[in-house]
Nanobody, 123 residues
Framework: QVQLVESGGGLVQPGGSLRLSCAVS????????MGWYRQAPGKQRELVAR???????NYADSVKGRFTISRDNAKNTVYLQMNSLKSEDTAVYYC?????????????????WGQGTQVTVSS
């Protein structure tokens, strides 16, 4: 099937930067949109940023001007550059991919998630 593995989370001081990566692997036919979501304690999961296969992007208002999403199609990897981090950015960040997988019975369109990486912004 399809696996998503995130990396790059950690502890950073307010105003600092982190770069998250998410590598997609497995029996992939194609990857359409990819994105990053986050979930803070006691809150619902929310969209942070999303990028289409044509590299069109959209961002949550709370991160516009601070975060940048990008993708490397040759590596099946999506990135999230996070600058000027704030305490309210603290959350578990999840990678998401709309992908078409190759199965024994044909192609399967699916919505795939990584296991999440913790980002903590604190002094």
């Amino acid at each position: 099937q399809v696996q998503l593995v995130e990396s790059g989370g950690g502890l950073v001081q307010p105003g600092g930067s982190l770069r998250l990566s998410c590598a997609v692997s497995g029996s992939i036919f194609s990857i359409n949109a990819m994105g990053w979501y986050r979930q803070a304690p006691g809150k619902q999961r929310e969209l942070v940023a999303r990028i289409t296969s044509g590299s069109s992007t959209n961002y949550a208002d709370s991160v516009k001007g601070r975060f940048t999403i990008s993708r490397d199609n040759a590596k099946n990897t999506v990135y999230l550059q996070m600058n000027s981090l704030k305490s309210e950015d603290t959350a578990v960040y999840y990678c998401n991919a709309d992908a078409v997988a190759v199965t024994t019975t044909g192609l399967l369109v699916g919505d795939y998630w990584g296991q999440g990486t913790q980002v903590t912004v604190s002094s």
